[in-house]
T-cell receptor, first 111, second 112 residues
C-alpha cells in the first residue's frame, strides 16, 4: 500500500510558470525523497529531505517538509518543457530504509 | 561513471513461461533493489540484495526470486508468468544499503 500520496494527480502549465506538487503521508518518516520519471523510463533522484529538515533547494527545485502536517511539497520554478514527467515522493519510515512510493503527479509543461 | 543498466529492455512472454531479467549496478555500488511498476499498483518494492544476500523482501509471491553475484550484478526471475506480471521492472543500485538509489531504465515485460 502507498505511504505517500501525491496531489494533484495531473498538472498542466505553461513554460515559465511555477509547478507545485504535494505529498501527504500517514506515519512518521525518517526521510522523504522526490523522484522524476520520464515517460515510463527509470526514475531520477531529485532531492532527499530528512525528518529534521524543513526545506532544501537544488537548482530550480525547492522541497519543503512539514512533519506536523505529514506533508511535503516540491516546487519547480520557471518550468521548462523538459520538466514534463511524472514526479514521485517516496518515504522511509520506522526501522526501514526501503522507500515506499506514491502514485505520482503527472506534470505537462507546454512550450 | 556508467549508470545502472538493465537487459533486456523489452520482453514478450506467454503465460506459464519464466523470465530472467538482469541488472548491472553502478561501479562500486553493492546494493541492488528491484521494483515492479504497474498502472494499477504503482511502484512496489520486490527485494533488495547486498553482498550476495537478500536483505529485504516485499510482499510478492514466491514466483518472484532474485540473486546477486560477487560482482554485484543481479538477476531476478519470475516463474509461471501470469498476465498480471506485465509491468515495468526497475532495478536500482546504491553504494550501501539505505543510501540514495539510482535507477536503471527498466525492463518492460508483456505477458500474453
Amino acid at each position: 500500500s502507498q505511504q505517500g500520496e501525491e496531489d494533484p494527480q495531473a498538472l498542466s502549465i505553461q513554460e515559465g510558470e511555477n509547478a507545485t506538487m504535494n505529498c501527504s503521508y500517514k506515519t512518521s518518516i525518517n526521510n522523504l525523497q522526490w523522484y522524476r520519471q520520464n515517460s515510463g523510463r527509470g526514475l531520477v533522484h531529485l532531492i532527499l529531505i530528512r525528518s529534521n529538515e524543513r526545506e532544501k533547494h537544488s537548482g530550480r527545485l525547492r522541497v519543503t517538509l512539514d512533519t506536523s502536517k505529514k506533508s511535503s511539497s516540491l516546487l519547480i520554478t520557471a518550468s521548462r518543457a523538459a520538466d514534463t514527467a511524472s514526479y514521485f515522493c517516496a518515504t522511509a519510515s520506522g526501522g526501514s530504509y526501503i522507500p515506499t512510493f506514491g502514485r505520482g503527479t503527472s506534470l505537462i509543461v507546454h512550450p | 561513471k556508467a549508470g545502472v543498466t538493465q537487459t533486456p529492455r523489452y520482453l514478450i512472454k506467454t503465460r506459464g513461461q519464466q523470465v530472467t531479467l538482469s541488472c548491472s549496478p553502478i561501479s562500486g555500488h553493492r546494493s541492488v533493489s528491484w521494483y515492479q511498476q504497474t498502472p494499477g499498483q504503482g511502484l512496489q518494492f520486490l527485494f533488495e540484495y547486498f553482498s550476495e544476500t537478500q536483505r529485504n523482501k516485499g510482499n510478492f509471491p514466491g514466483r518472484f526470486s532474485g540473486r546477486q553475484f560477487s560482482n554485484s550484478r543481479s538477476e531476478m526471475n519470475v516463474s509461471t508468468l501470469e498476465l498480471g506480471d506485465s509491468a515495468l521492472y526497475l532495478c536500482a543500485s546504491s553504494r550501501l544499503t539505505g543510501e540514495t538509489q539510482y535507477f536503471g531504465p527498466g525492463t518492460r515485460l508483456l505477458v500474453l
